[in-house]
């Protein structure tokens, strides 16, 4: 049996204090090491949420989770940067690339925030701007390329840290077909190769039946958890 | 230290908003520089115009025209005190100048020529004539001798306490940059001063000293009081007799403190807003970087590091142009004498160097804080 990534057992989340707004009831499922997984549901039905909760980027009104056997709900905002640090990749819609710096020195970020020596880093990021056929393109600033390389340094920035596990939410949405398929393509390249298992959340669910296997999402709720095309209806 | 190397990324990124900043700080403590060394030399100037020729502390016989035995004991006993730099025994009397119609009285100070030297510089200040005070001389003041048209080498009448009169003759003028000196001094040979007042070869009038720190008068007068050799002598000094300078250097003081520090919290409010802003326009990017596991202690440090820098820079270059400031005032008044010279005092450019760096990092504290306490989310959420 794989190795439990993430175990999210009844986690909910609730905004507001006055007025509140149930975003995620009690979900729980679990995501196996090397899993590539999707969470699909409409605008607004509490995906973008779930993926924030499970990157540790926001914390659960009520449930668990646990991260590669670390209990996240427990640990204070230090030790769950340090769980990001080393276990999450993230890539979003928005590519949110460092304008300060080159694409280079965007991929090693997270290596550097980790403190690791350059001499291991640069070969490393490296190779992921390889990966990525982003060779030829260090040395230039990150403002300077189109939306696809853009989000190409994105992943290439996420995988970095070698992250058991990558998030990525609407990782194609401002990609035209072309470039929203070289990145799914890829998504499937790193997770064979790397073994990195991926959560993508979309609302395009041509997207999700790319992927082994789709959480569906609505009005906050978990309605599907489908595994190689075969429905399991919950509840 | 990816926060250092972050800080100077940032701040390469908004060239403009750091220079200006830098260009506030060092505004603020180029002014500071420029005004603690103006008012600091001008006291010294005033000071030394008020009292630095004249003797600043005087031992004197406890009655009025009793005179003071100049024995090697008191002579010990003055010399004894570190603070003390000269100790000159005098002989002082009033006469008048008599020309046809005219009086005007004068005070005649009798003593060795090099020792007055050593308080009143006479030498140094001479405008004509030669610095001799022979038997029968007698050193006058520019403006005496202008008002009444002696040149060295004229000889002049004057009344002695005794009512006789006694005719010097002019071996030099001084200037002592001070119309009431100059016009109202005059300096004679000591043992014709003796000869005058009746005294024997050790009794004078008075005892006159300088001390080192001209603010140390008063300790050294109380030291001296206690000393057996000095009994039944009295000691004045001359913060006793000045006390309006000193009260107008004290209001000075104040006054240039009050500059001073406002200067430095409009320069603090200015960085700090300045670096709010700054914290505002990266808060995409610190909240990114939170994502990817950055500490919040280790984001905090990247604005502490913006101000450091910016601090270090900035009072650099506001110390240089301080210095600059100074070495114009210098250069403009070089052939002034309504000017005085500015010496910058490298403890108080240190010291306002350090503050201005103090100021800088201190003003970073509010954004470094709000950094600090940026939560990942709000950035991810807002796009």
Redesign the interface.
């Known amino acids: 049996m794989a190795e439990v990534l993430v175990h999210a057992e009844e986690i909910g989340k609730t905004y507001g204090t006055v007025v509140k707004t149930v975003a995620l009831h009690e979900v729980s499922f679990e995501i196996e090491a090397g899993e590539f997984a999707s969470v699909i549901g409409q605008s607004g039905s509490g995906k973008?949420t779930l993926l924030?909760l499970i990157?540790l980027?926001?914390t659960p009104t009520t449930g668990r989770i646990v991260l590669n056997g670390h209990d996240a709900t427990a640990a204070n905002?230090?030790q769950r940067?340090?769980?990001?640090?080393?276990f999450v990749g993230?890539v979003?819609?928005?590519h949110?690339l460092?304008?300060?710096?080159s694409v280079l020195e965007n991929v090693l970020?997270?290596g550097?925030?980790?403190?690791e020596a350059p001499s291991v880093l640069v070969p490393r990021a490296e190779e992921n701007l390889a990966l990525l056929g982003l060779e030829g393109l260090e040395k230039k600033n990150a403002n300077d390329l189109s939306g696809g390389q853009k989000q190409r340094v994105a992943i290439a920035?996420a995988l970095m840290n070698r992250p058991a596990l990558v998030l990525a939410d609407e990782p194609t949405g401002n990609l035209d077909t072309g470039n929203s398929r070289a990145v799914y393509k890829l998504f499937r390249e790193i997770n064979e190769e790397l073994g990195t298992a991926f959560i993508v959340v979309t609302h395009d669910r041509s997207v999700a039946q790319q992927t082994d296997r789709i959480l569906e999402i609505s009005d906050g709720a978990l309605v599907q958890d489908v595994r190689n095309e075969y429905a399991m209806p919950r509840g | 230290m990816l926060s250092l190397r972050i800080a100077v990324r940032f701040l390469r990124k908004s060239p403009w908003q750091s220079i200006l900043i830098a260009a506030g700080i060092a505004v603020g403590i180029g002014v500071q520089v420029f005004l603690g060394s103006l008012i600091t030399s001008l006291q010294a100037s005033l000071v030394d115009q008020t009292i630095g020729n004249s003797p600043q502390l005087i031992v004197q016989a406890q009655q009025d025209g009793q005179p003071v035995s100049f024995t090697p004991q008191l002579e010990h006993a003055m010399k004894a005190q570190s603070e003390i730099t000269t100790v000159v025994p005098t002989r002082t009397y009033s006469g008048i100048f008599r020309s046809g119609a005219k009086n005007a009285p004068l005070q005649f100070t009798g003593g060795a020529l090099d020792k007055l030297d050593t308080i009143y510089d006479i030498s140094g200040r001479l405008v004509a004539g030669k610095a001799s005070l022979a038997a029968g001389e007698v050193i006058v003041g520019k403006d005496f001798a202008d008002t009444y048209g002696l040149k060295p080498g004229a000889a002049a009448t004057f009344v002695l306490p005794s009512g006789k009169p006694a005719t010097l003759t002019v071996s030099g003028v001084f200037d002592f940059g001070s119309a009431a000196a100059n016009s109202a001094t005059a300096f004679v040979n000591g043992d014709q001063a003796a000869t005058v007042l009746g005294l024997q070869g050790d009794q004078y009038t008075a005892v006159d000293a300088q001390v080192k720190d001209v603010f140390s008068s008063k300790q050294v007068a109380s030291a001296l009081r206690t000393e057996p050799a000095l009994n039944g002598l009295k000691v004045t000094e001359w913060q006793a007799q000045n006390s309006d300078l000193l009260s107008a250097l004290k209001s000075q003081s104040s006054s240039s403190y009050m500059i001073q520090f406002f200067v430095l919290v409009a320069v603090a409010l200015g960085i700090a807003s300045t670096l709010a802003i700054s914290a505002v326009q990266k808060t995409r990017q610190i909240g990114i970087l939170k994502a990817m596991g950055m500490k919040d202690r280790q984001s905090g440090r990247i604005f502490l590091w913006q101000a450091l820098i910016l601090g270090v820079s900035g009072a650099a270059v506001g110390v240089a142009a301080g210095l600059g400031l100074i070495a114009l005032f210098t250069f403009l008044g070089r052939n002034s004498t309504s000017l005085f010279p500015i010496t910058p005092q490298v403890g108080f450019v240190v010291i306002s160097f350090v503050v201005g760096v103090l100021v800088a990092v201190g003003s970073s504290l509010i954004p470094s804080r709000r950094t600090k306490k940026l939560d990942p989310i709000e950035v991810i959420q807002g796009g």
């Open positions: 973008s924030n990157g980027l926001d905002r230090k940067a340090a769980l990001r640090n080393d993230f979003f819609q928005f949110y460092l304008p300060e710096f970020m997270p550097r925030i980790a403190g920035r």
